[in-house]
């Protein structure tokens, strides 16, 4: 079964500095990969997507992900993080095999200090 | 991306009783939608897959005649949890998917039962 897995809990980052979140899965094929963003009290809102081509895609707010197939890995990053970008990240996997649902990480709760 | 609302956004209701929660797409027409629920400080688990115009496809241990689902149109889901209890109290959140496997989703449900 695919799984998705975000090794990360917490993760507490300054102002001004960069940003990694981990995320690896588990497929033999190449899946279809997301970011997800959700503050607290609200839903999920996707940050960006990997089907093909290009293994570095941008996202929104400044965000990219890198696919590595190698490593099968797909980590976020962003190269200054706001104080607005404190929220929860959601690593999420989608393939043929299982339709259209996804199977999302366990969340990485990122906490920006001033 | 498509705009998905949910309504109501907070709902107390007393142990045994019922309630509904609608999910809409509003620019979209979406054939498929899919519930989730979501436990404090952790991730989506998917409920059930909703199919315009067909049964509800439950996940494994979701129990469906409890969480009925009605997928009457292209732009509106229903979920109703029948005889409520404590237990069910969580956070609600539908989507629905776009053309290459992404989803959007709406800004969520919280149910609390007293």
């Known amino acids: 079964a695919q799984s998705v897995t975000q090794p990360d809990i917490h993760i507490t980052v300054s102002e001004g500095a960069s940003l990694e979140l981990r995320c690896n899965y588990s497929?033999?094929?190449?899946?279809?990969l997301f970011w997800y963003v959700q503050s607290p009290g609200q839903g999920l809102q996707l940050l960006l997507k990997?089907?093909?081509?290009?293994?570095l895609v941008q996202g929104i707010k400044g965000f990219e992900a890198e696919f590595k197939r190698s490593q099968s890995s797909f980590n976020l990053r962003k190269p200054s993080v706001h104080w607005s970008d404190a929220a929860e990240y959601f690593c999420?996997?989608?393939?043929?095999?299982?339709?259209?649902?996804?199977?999302f990480g366990a969340g990485t709760i990122l906490r920006v200090k001033s | 991306g498509a705009v998905v609302s949910q309504h109501p956004s907070w709902v107390i209701c007393k142990s045994g009783t019922s309630v509904k929660i609608e999910c809409r797409s509003l620019?979209?027409?979406?054939?498929?939608m899919f519930w989730y629920r979501q436990f404090p400080k952790q991730s989506l688990m998917l409920m059930a897959t909703?199919?315009?115009?067909?049964?509800?496809?439950?996940e494994q241990g979701v129990e469906k005649d409890k969480f009925l689902i009605n997928h009457a149109s292209l732009t509106l889901s229903t979920l109703t949890v029948t005889s409520a209890h404590p237990e069910d109290s969580s956070f609600y959140i539908c989507?629905?998917?776009?053309?290459?496997?992404?989803?959007?989703f709406g800004p969520g449900t919280r149910l609390t039962v007293t």
């Open positions: 989507s629905v998917t776009g053309q290459t496997y992404e989803q959007y």
């Open positions: 497929y033999g094929a190449t899946p279809y």
């Open positions: 990997y089907f093909s081509g290009d293994t």
């Open positions: 999420a996997v989608a393939t043929m095999e299982y339709g259209n649902k996804l199977v």
């Open positions: 620019d979209f027409q979406a054939t498929t």
């Open positions: 909703s199919n315009e115009g067909s049964k509800a496809t439950y």
